[in-house]
Nanobody
Framework: QVQLVESGGGLVQAGGSLRLSCAAS????????VAWFRQAPGKERDFVAG?????DKTYADSAKGRFAISRERNTATLQMNSLKPDDTAVYFC????????????????WGQGTQVTVVS
């Protein structure tokens, strides 16, 4: 029922910024929790930031103070500032119909991902 499409990835210098967008379709999307995950080559898919249907926000330690998640209507965004080479990964938008979680297995809907590359 829910389809997610990410955009906004690209190549950026260390210290720069990117804004990722997640466009969602689906009747009940506004009642879903949304999260951003990222996966670098050879690594696990890790939680980055999440926002519940009620607006509660959580961040991974690596994202605190640098990233900001928000949502409006059927679009979720991830503003990323002060980017580091370690932020290089494919970023995925995910959604679930239950409360927010940091575990990827709890999310039933995923986008295709957008590549973020940060160079020094």
């Amino acid at each position: 029922q829910v389809q997610l499409v990410e955009s906004g990835g690209g190549l950026v210098q260390a210290g720069g910024s990117l804004r990722l967008s997640c466009a969602a379709s689906g009747h009940a999307f506004r009642s879903y929790s949304v999260a951003w995950f990222r996966q670098a080559p050879g690594k696990e898919r890790d939680f980055v930031a999440g926002i519940s249907w009620s607006g509660d926000k959580t961040y991974a330690d690596s994202a605190k103070g640098r990233f900001a998640i928000s949502r409006e209507r059927n679009t979720a965004t991830l503003q990323m500032n002060s980017l580091k080479p370690d932020d290089t990964a494919v970023y995925f938008c995910a959604a679930q119909a239950v409360g927010g979680s940091r575990a990827a297995a709890n999310y039933g809907y995923w986008g295709q991902g957008t590549q973020v590359t940060v160079v020094s």
